[in-house]
C-alpha cells in the first residue's frame, strides 16, 4: 500500500523558515518523479518543486526560485521541502506527489497547512 505522509507544517513570521518532509512508503522513489505542490483558499493547486526520478531538482515555481529546495533521502525514504525567506503568499495547503515513470501510477498524500503570519 502506497503513502504519502506530510509533515512540519505550521504558523511562521515572514521572513521564517519551514523544512517539510514527505514520508513515503510502498514505492520506491527512483521510479517516480517526486513533486510538492500548494492550494491557497479559492486558488488552484500549483506545482512548487520536482525532483526527477534521477534526484534533480527540476520545475520549480518561479516565485519561489532562490528560496525552496526540493530534495530526497533515500536512506529514509522522504522527499523535503526546505523553505525560507518565507512570504505570506506562500501560505497554502502543500501537497507531496509521486508519478511513475511508466504505467501512469499516481499518488497524492493529504497536505500539510503553511500559514505566514505576523
Known amino acids: 500500500q502506497v503513502q504519502l505522509v506530510e509533515s512540519g507544517g505550521g504558523l511562521v513570521q515572514p521572513g521564517g523558515s519551514l523544512r517539510l518532509s514527505c514520508a513515503v512508503s510502498?514505492?520506491?522513489?527512483?521510479?517516480?518523479?517526486m513533486s510538492w505542490y500548494r492550494q491557497a483558499p479559492g486558488q488552484e493547486r500549483k506545482l512548487v518543486a520536482a525532483?526527477?526520478?534521477?534526484?534533480?531538482?527540476?520545475s520549480i515555481l518561479d516565485s519561489v526560485k532562490g528560496r525552496f529546495a526540493i530534495s530526497r533521502d533515500l536512506a529514509d525514504n522522504t522527499v523535503s521541502l526546505q523553505m525560507t525567506s518565507l512570504k505570506p503568499e506562500d501560505s497554502a495547503v502543500y501537497y507531496c506527489?509521486?508519478?511513475?515513470?511508466?504505467?501512469?501510477?499516481?499518488?497524492w498524500g493529504r497536505g500539510t497547512q503553511v500559514t505566514v503570519s505576523s
Open positions: 525532483l526527477t526520478a534521477g534526484g534533480f531538482p527540476t
Open positions: 506527489n509521486a508519478i511513475k515513470l511508466f504505467g501512469g501510477l499516481e499518488f
Open positions: 510502498g514505492l520506491t522513489l527512483e521510479d517516480y518523479v
